[in-house]
T-cell receptor, first 113, second 114 residues
């Protein structure tokens, strides 16, 4: 799996959009970008994933640059409950089953009231 | 629809002892993965079980072993506990033939080794 680089921490004001960057300059053509988050004292939670097109779901949007060397997770209207550690993971999409995920240290996002 | 459940929530053990942690997967899931999360670190993959067999393993010694039962629930066993085994142990479930790498995590078991 390709290596990812994320800032260790970020602040965002409540109600504003939170933009979390991730660099993955060694990403291969068949590797996807996945985002998970972990709220304090809970297990990680899947957010979104994408290959090369921008993706949106009820939780967030994922913007992947054209060269696929970086991506941004966007929480459009951050709330205090979005305070968590956000993990960017790059991996080949599994065929059968879901293989072990490789987590880095992630970005600790703090939403300020 | 019950999510992933783990027991116990907290556990204190002494060095050298053995421990067993338990996990019930989300309804409809047949694959269970275990992770270890040390304080301040991201989760580290231990191993994955499907059809009662270990399918994939991370970089963990064989003191760490597991089992999956016919009802898809799973156990994680750790022998000869070391102080460094103190961590949050997370269980994640998924569907083997699913098309998404979306793993559902339980709340974890906090193990303290003294």
């Amino acid at each position: 799996d390709a290596k990812t680089t994320q800032p260790p921490s970020m602040d965002c004001a409540e109600g504003r959009a939170a933009n979390l960057p991730c660099n993955h300059s060694t990403i291969s053509g068949n590797e996807y970008v996945y985002w998970y988050r972990q709220i304090h004292s809970q297990g990680p939670q899947y957010i979104i994933h994408g290959l090369k097109n921008n993706e949106t779901n009820e939780m967030a949007s994922l913007i992947i640059t054209e060269d696929r060397k970086s991506s941004t997770l966007i929480l459009p209207h951050a709330t205090l409950r979005d305070t968590a550690v956000y993990y960017c993971i790059v991996r080949v999409k599994s065929g059968g089953g879901a293989d072990g995920l490789t987590f880095g240290k992630g970005t600790h996002l703090i939403i300020q009231p | 629809d019950a999510g992933v459940t783990q027991s116990p929530t907290h556990l204190i053990k002494t060095r050298g002892q053995q421990v067993t942690l338990r996990c019930s997967p989300k309804s409809g899931h047949d694959t269970v993965s275990w992770y270890q999360q040390a304080l301040g670190q991201g989760p580290q993959f231990i191993f994955q079980y499907y059809e009662e067999e270990e399918r994939q393993r991370g970089n963990f010694p064989d003191r760490f072993s597991g089992h999956q039962f016919p009802n898809y629930s799973s156990e994680l066993n750790v022998n000869a506990l070391l102080l460094g085994d103190s961590a949050l142990y997370l269980c994640a479930s998924s569907f083997w033939l699913g098309s998404r790498d979306e793993q559902y995590f339980g709340p974890g078991t906090r193990l303290t080794v003294t």
